[in-house]
């Protein structure tokens, strides 16, 4: 008796996994999608970014969820990576966010504002300080979702063929930005272009422009610019911790499963702090390079970092008052990054003020 129970129950068992197998293997759904990167292949760390989160996604869905990434120009050109997305061209994109101000000065803030966050600041307001959800609210307007996916950490100001020493020397000054600082120069004279990064090199070699700004010393001389303008400023104010994103259409976000935008979230948080650990090494000695093949290296003159400054308080407070999806973000921003700034005079700057002046470490004779 006890033995025909067993095989009856036994039995529903085996029926039982046979009809669940159908459904588990539906909640893990083998997909391919395409990304369209803002970013040459031969800028390995922040075009591998994308790369990046493709093979932690593949790894972590045992490789049913698939990303290919494609370079800028493979499938769109650079900058044009946002609508191909919203236009469902493509699943996904690797880019900037404020790469896309001229739609919208809004998106500036999911990237980087000038004189705003650094790299630590713009982490804690998109994780912690409320910066994802307004930024969530503000995207789902153009049916997309944006995803931290990178982050360079504070960049350079830029290669210039003549020396910047007074704000007199910009105007004019035909200069590669990109992002909302363009804006602010352009208050001073300054005539932004914004040029994807494989095609800078070209119009500063040709005279187009005059001079150029990308990330920093490690993809500026993987790109070249060093041959064809001699020097280089520091810091580049309107980036201080630049994050990069991966978007996303909406409806094609909200389709995959629990599982799978779990993954993405993994690695989109473990390719921001892979980019921002290669950057911190790789920008360091490509710098020493760079000074020691003759790259003459100038800090912005206090005078012209004065002048900017005002001008993008000028900038966003005009912006502010004719654009509420700015506004309110603007607002929220604002007073998260005095009271950052604040916590961080405590104790990161007092520490990094005193440690950077200090001699190196080596026991006093």
Same mark, same amino acid.
């Given at each position: 008796m006890k033995r025909r129970a067993f095989l009856t129950s036994a039995g529903v068992g085996v029926a039982a996994s046979t009809l669940a197998a159908p459904a588990i293997a539906q909640s893990a759904p083998e997909i391919k999608w395409r990304c369209a990167s803002s970013f040459p292949k031969s800028l390995d760390?922040?075009?591998?970014?994308?790369?990046?989160?493709?093979?932690?996604?593949?790894?972590?869905?045992?490789?049913?969820?698939?990303?290919?990434?494609?370079?800028?120009?493979?499938?769109?050109?650079?900058?044009?990576?946002?609508?191909?997305?919203?236009?469902?061209?493509?699943?996904?994109?690797?880019?900037?966010?404020?790469?896309y101000v001229g739609k919208d000065p809004t998106f500036a803030f999911d990237a980087a504002m000038p004189f705003g966050l650094n790299a630590r600041q713009q982490n804690a307001w998109m994780s912690h300080g409320g910066g994802k959800e307004l930024m969530a609210e503000f995207f789902a307007t153009h049916n997309l979702v944006s995803i931290g996916a990178g982050n360079t950490g504070t960049q350079m100001g830029g290669w210039f063929r003549k020396e910047i020493k007074t704000v007199e020397d910009l105007k004019g000054l035909k200069f590669r930005?990109?992002? @909302?600082?363009?804006?602010?120069?352009?208050?001073?004279?300054?005539?932004?272009?914004?040029?994807?990064?494989?095609?800078?090199?070209?119009a500063l070699e040709k005279g187009t422009i005059d001079g150029a700004e990308f990330v920093?010393?490690?993809?500026?001389?993987?790109?070249?610019?060093?041959?064809?303008?001699? @020097? @280089?400023?520091?810091?580049?104010?309107?980036?201080?911790?630049?994050?990069?994103?991966?978007?996303?259409?909406?409806?094609?976000?909200?389709?995959?499963?629990?599982?799978?935008?779990?993954?993405?979230?993994?690695?989109?948080?473990?390719?921001?702090?892979?980019?921002?650990?290669?950057?911190?090494v790789q920008n360091m000695t490509a710098l020493k390079r760079l000074v020691a093949s003759g790259t003459q290296l100038r800090p912005f003159p206090n005078e012209v970092m004065q002048a900017c400054y005002q001008a993008a308080i000028e900038v966003y407070e005009d912006e502010a008052a004719k654009n509420e999806k700015f506004r309110k973000i603007y607002d929220a921003w604002k007073k998260f990054r005095e009271e950052e700034y604040l916590w961080f005079r405590v104790a990161e700057y007092s520490f990094d003020r005193f440690v950077y002046a200090a001699p190196p470490l080596e026991k006093k004779k």
């Amino acid at each position: 008796m006890k033995r025909r129970a067993f095989l009856t129950s036994a039995g529903v068992g085996v029926a039982a996994s046979t009809l669940a197998a159908p459904a588990i293997a539906q909640s893990a759904p083998e997909i391919k999608w395409r990304c369209a990167s803002s970013f040459p292949k031969s800028l390995d760390t922040i075009y591998g970014g994308a790369e990046f989160v493709a093979k932690r996604v593949a790894e972590l869905t045992d490789g049913k969820f698939q990303i290919r990434v494609f370079a800028a120009g493979e499938i769109v050109p650079a900058l044009q990576v946002l609508d191909a997305v919203k236009d469902n061209t493509i699943e996904c994109g690797h880019t900037v966010s404020y790469y896309y101000v001229g739609k919208d000065p809004t998106f500036a803030f999911d990237a980087a504002m000038p004189f705003g966050l650094n790299a630590r600041q713009q982490n804690a307001w998109m994780s912690h300080g409320g910066g994802k959800e307004l930024m969530a609210e503000f995207f789902a307007t153009h049916n997309l979702v944006s995803i931290g996916a990178g982050n360079t950490g504070t960049q350079m100001g830029g290669w210039f063929r003549k020396e910047i020493k007074t704000v007199e020397d910009l105007k004019g000054l035909k200069f590669r930005i990109g992002g @909302y600082a363009g804006t602010i120069m352009a208050k001073l004279g300054v005539v932004p272009q914004q040029i994807g990064g494989g095609d800078i090199y070209p119009a500063l070699e040709k005279g187009t422009i005059d001079g150029a700004e990308f990330v920093g010393p490690y993809d500026d001389e993987k790109l070249g610019f060093q041959k064809v303008a001699k @020097y @280089y400023y520091y810091p580049g104010w309107w980036e201080g911790g630049p994050q990069v994103s991966m978007l996303f259409g909406k409806e094609k976000y909200e389709s995959l499963p629990p599982a799978y935008k779990a993954a993405l979230q993994a690695a989109c948080a473990d390719a921001t702090l892979d980019m921002l650990g290669k950057y911190d090494v790789q920008n360091m000695t490509a710098l020493k390079r760079l000074v020691a093949s003759g790259t003459q290296l100038r800090p912005f003159p206090n005078e012209v970092m004065q002048a900017c400054y005002q001008a993008a308080i000028e900038v966003y407070e005009d912006e502010a008052a004719k654009n509420e999806k700015f506004r309110k973000i603007y607002d929220a921003w604002k007073k998260f990054r005095e009271e950052e700034y604040l916590w961080f005079r405590v104790a990161e700057y007092s520490f990094d003020r005193f440690v950077y002046a200090a001699p190196p470490l080596e026991k006093k004779k």
